[in-house]
């Protein structure tokens, strides 16, 4: 049997599986609509750039002043709101001592407390450490995190700001820039590897994109065939005279095209919800979705032969998929896990292959950047299938 | 057509097919008449190279089911137990991707879908999705899918299985047509006794995954009936377990069968069977309301050849619709 009618077979099952898919309204609605929850969710529920904004917190100014001066907790609150207005980290509601702060953070009200204690100009005036009471709620330890990186963030530049004063009151000759260079000689400048703003959002959604293809032909392939052979349409292929294979090959292209359909969706939602581009070429995150699609075919097959039924084929596949999920590096950094499931991760093909997608999606990667992913996706692939042929043929004839 | 020799099906060490040897000549009608469970459809299974025997050959059209299966698929068509279509898919539709698997040339399987909704009188709904036919238009559907590639031999596996006695009655006359009409050999699997004889030329009767007898309906019969046997059927509406068994007792009787609480069923043997048998009734002060003297069916061969009424059997295990959402669970084969 020649190779060109096992093709053509394969793209009658395909068109076939396709036609009843785009039969099917409430299947197709869910299949856009799954991707679009994925990204929504994942995208909102993790803070786009890992500092929290908006925070309710109480501010208790109870400075007495020294004489008819406040300028300490002047200054400070000037800088404050500065800092404050431009990062939008915290919002300001003004209390009036450390008690009604406290009941405000055990109603909800507000999250934190900021106390200015009376003494507070006095101290700084007699040349004391000028002390700013912050209220915590135990019970939400990020919080009193945030308000505190909020506060240093006050004091190192109100600490600088008076060393600069000082500096150019010891010396009226040193400019500005110098007196700084003085005060904190070394500084920090992040550089990219490309420019632009990035968020969380360039971080997932290779890692979703790649995702939701590789699971759509791990999960669909089965799922498509355990279902045909509980109905009993697969008895009408397989009594046929063609080639077993093309029964996976028209299942496996039917699969891809729903994945790769909903990988576009997911890749448009993401540009235009959340302003993610692509830096690299279009053509190659497409070509490596494929290759992420051909690397999970074997595994999907074998899943397969061994799947009797709908329902054992949909608990397997549920098994598999949640620790890949997690595992490969989609919504966590890999890094940030112990070395034994870091050493599970490294042998998932889901990792590379959202590796892969990240560097070409945010780093503009080419080919040669990426090529320890393709071998690995490309090894996986071939490896696997290798081993699912054999097993098919033997599961379908049993 | 079909040289079957020794074909074993073992499941997990349950064997469902019990080296069972049998031969189909060219356009003939066989029939597999068993209960549930008894192994036809593996069987069939084996045949139409669904499944791989455990031990044993079978031979169609000179092809060998296992080493020439492919060769084999070119010559049969699989009327299944289940329905072989897909529900969002329209009749035509249906019809045109199987018979593209068969590389069937595009004008050419055109006519042919034409020509089979005809038949069956479904050019009318061509257009219209599956889903939404009644269990006999599926069922005449079904049929005409598996002869889209003109198959020299037809596997019907129970086709008139939950249909109403209307679409009953059409199927098999479809069945009887397509035979004469193209000469198809036909081997269809059924637990309905008078099924098989209407249609089957000859009758195989399986049991346990054995082919207990073999012959043409009539000689089955004569089995029953030799030339001496007499049937009989009484009404006694005042039938005592003491009647039962003095019927039993009765040299020439050969078996005895209580149909319900007033009938019962007697096979006996010898010229004096009927007198004997009356009087024996008699003595023991039977009213006897009606006599029947009936010809043996093949009800009474299945139960004088496996010892048990085939309906005991298969009437607990009747299928379910072979429809809708929840399908029949699988059962053993």
């Known amino acids: 049997m020649g190779t060109k009618t096992m093709i053509s077979h394969s793209f009658r099952i395909a068109w076939k599986d396709l036609m009843e898919l785009f039969r099917n309204r409430m299947g197709l609605v869910l299949l856009i609509l799954m991707p679009i929850f994925m990204m929504t969710m994942v995208g909102f529920i993790y803070p786009s750039d890992n500092i929290l904004s908006n925070v309710p917190v109480a501010l208790a100014n109870q400075d007495a002043g020294y004489g008819n001066s406040t300028i300490g907790s002047q200054t400070f609150l000037t800088v404050f709101n500065g800092i404050n207005n431009s990062t939008g980290m915290l919002t300001i509601t003004n209390a009036t001592d450390i008690d009604t702060i406290k009941d405000l953070i055990q109603k909800g009200d507000v999250q934190g407390g900021i106390v200015i204690p009376s003494n507070f100009t006095s101290s700084i005036l007699s040349g004391e450490q000028g002390t700013v009471i912050i209220v915590t709620d135990q019970s939400n330890p990020q919080i009193s995190a945030t308000i505190q990186a909020a506060l240093s963030a006050v004091f190192q530049q109100m600490g600088t700001m008076l060393a600069q004063q000082k500096v150019q009151a010891l010396n009226p000759a040193v400019n500005a820039s110098y007196s700084l260079a003085i005060v904190q000689p070394y500084n920090i400048q992040s550089e990219g590897v490309v420019s632009g703003h990035f968020s969380y959002f360039d971080f997932i959604a290779p890692g979703i994109m790649a995702m939701t293809v590789m699971m759509s032909v791990m999960t669909g392939l089965p799922a498509a065939i355990s279902h045909e052979k509980e109905v009993g349409t697969l008895d009408g292929m397989m009594v046929a005279p063609i080639n077993r294979l093309s029964i996976i090959l028209g299942k496996t292209l039917a699969q891809t095209a729903r994945g790769l359909l909903q990988g576009v969706i997911i890749l448009a939602l993401s540009s235009v919800l959340f302003g993610v581009t692509i830096h690299g070429s279009v053509l190659l995150v497409f070509g490596l979705l494929l290759l992420g699609v051909f690397s999970f075919v074997g595994l999907g097959v074998v899943l397969t032969s061994f799947a009797k039924d709908q329902e054992t084929a949909m608990m397997l596949m549920m098994t598999l998929m949640f620790p890949m999920m997690f595992l490969s590096g989609v919504f966590f950094p890999i890094q940030q896990m112990p070395w034994y499931m870091q050493s599970i991760s490294s042998v998932l093909p889901l990792t590379y292959a959202s590796r892969a997608l990240r560097k070409v999606m945010v780093l503009g990667a080419g080919i040669p950047a990426i090529t320890t992913e393709l071998t690995v996706l490309i090894v996986f692939g071939v490896v696997m299938i290798a081993i699912a042929v054999p097993v098919f043929k033997r599961a379908m004839t049993r | ?333």
């Open chain 2, 1 to 333: 057509m079909i040289e079957v020799r020794d074909l074993t099906k073992k499941f997990n060490g349950f064997t469902a097919v019990d080296h069972v040897t049998f031969d189909v000549k060219n356009s003939e009608v066989f029939g597999l008449l068993g209960p549930n469970g008894a192994g036809k459809t593996t069987i069939i299974r084996m045949l139409s190279t669904l499944t791989r025997p455990t031990e044993g050959t079978a031979r169609i059209g000179g092809y060998d089911i296992v080493k020439g299966d492919n060769q084999v698929r070119k010559l049969i068509g699989l009327v299944s137990e289940k329905m072989i279509m897909y529900d969002r898919l329209t009749a035509k539709e249906n019809l045109r991707f199987f018979g593209k698997l068969y590389n069937i040339p595009k004008t050419l399987l055109n006519q042919r879908i034409d020509e089979l909704l005809e038949l069956v009188q479904l050019t009318k709904w061509k257009d219209s999705k599956v889903g939404t036919f009644s269990t006999g238009m599926r069922q005449r559907m079904n049929v005409i899918r598996a002869l889209l590639n003109m198959p020299k031999v037809l596997f019907l596996d129970e086709p008139t299985l939950g249909l109403d006695p209307q679409s009953t009655v059409e199927v098999r006359e479809f069945i009887k047509k397509i035979n004469k009409e193209n000469k198809t050999t036909i081997i269809l699997t059924t637990h309905m006794m008078n099924e098989a004889d209407l249609l089957c030329d000859r009758i195989g009767i399986i049991d346990h995954g054995k082919i207990d007898t073999l012959d043409t309906s009539t000689n089955l019969k004569k089995l029953v009936s030799g030339d001496d046997t007499t049937v009989l059927k009484l009404e006694i509406p005042n039938l005592t377990k003491k009647m039962f068994t003095a019927m039993q007792a009765l040299d020439c009787v050969k078996s005895v069968s209580q149909e319900n609480a007033s009938h019962i069923k007697i096979h006996a043997t010898g010229d004096e069977a009927f007198d004997t048998i009356i009087d024996a009734v008699r003595a023991e002060k039977a009213k006897i309301n009606s006599v029947e003297n009936l010809q043996p069916t093949l009800e009474d061969v299945f139960l004088y050849i496996t010892g048990r009424e085939v309906r005991d059997k298969a009437d607990n295990k009747i299928p379910v619709r072979q429809h809708g959402p929840f399908r029949q669970k699988r059962r053993i084969r």
